[in-house]
């Protein structure tokens, strides 16, 4: 299986900030990469697919990058809506798999 | 507006099978484009792929489950199930049905997702 590590784990963020969050992969997976959101009691969200494409009514805020086993997703400025957990997965191999997580707390 | 909804017992017994079953609404479930899959979270823990079916009853699951998966559809119901056999405590989860797009094969519509409690 391609295990997904996520970094960091949980992070603290004020208001307007830029965050990144990274992805490793422990193989490459091309540029199968997808960014989920997922707020506290709800279902996960797509953000973006295959590595930078913004899903249909996503925010311009959130952008993608990478290609191979190292991916980040970015916030470009933090919006009081956008503290949630976020999981990266790749659909490069079944099974498909995700990312630990990464908690977007606030400051 | 395409709509997913899982239904099932929130309990159910250790060494006994597990049932669910997502009901789609507003598109057709016989898409030749779209698998229809199951994810699930453990409480406080991250998301697990369980397996995927297309309409045509093409299925393929996770490994790491031991066989113990059976997904099936009903197109006339436009519903697809999931069947997880000789449960334990960490098969306690709520489980998400969603559809996976082939954009990039991603999951793009997702249920609310189901608690499922393994206890006796």
């Known amino acids: 299986d391609i295990q997904m590590t996520q970094s960091p784990s949980s992070l603290s963020a004020s208001v307007g900030d830029r965050v990144t969050i990274t992805c490793r992969a422990s193989?490459?997976?091309?540029?199968?990469l997808n960014w989920y959101q997922q707020k506290a009691g709800k279902a996960p969200k797509l953000l973006i697919y295959?590595?930078?494409s913004l899903q249909s009514g996503v925010p311009s805020r959130f952008s993608g990058s990478g290609s191979g086993t190292d991916f980040t997703l970015t916030i470009g400025s933090l919006q009081p809506e956008d503290f949630a957990t976020y999981y990266c997965?790749?659909?490069?191999?079944?099974?498909?798999?995700f990312g630990q997580g990464t908690k977007v707390e606030i400051k | 507006q395409l709509q997913l909804q899982e239904s099932g017992p929130g309990l159910v017994k250790p060494s006994e099978t597990l049932s669910l079953t997502c009901t789609v609404s507003g598109d057709s479930i016989r898409s030749n484009s779209h698998y229809w899959g199951w994810i699930r979270q453990p409480p406080g823990k991250g998301l697990e792929w369980i397996g995927s079916i297309h309409y045509s009853g093409s299925t393929y699951d996770n490994p790491s489950l031991k066989s113990r998966v059976t997904i099936s559809v009903d197109t006339s119901k436009n519903q697809f199930s999931l069947k997880l056999n000789s449960v334990t405590a960490a098969d306690t989860a709520v489980y998400y049905c969603a559809r996976r797009s082939p954009q990039g094969e991603a999951f793009d519509y997702w249920g609310q997702g189901t608690l499922v409690t393994v206890s006796s």
């Open positions: 193989q490459t997976i091309s540029s199968y």
């Open positions: 997965q790749q659909s490069f191999n079944i099974p498909w798999t």
């Open positions: 295959t590595t930078s």
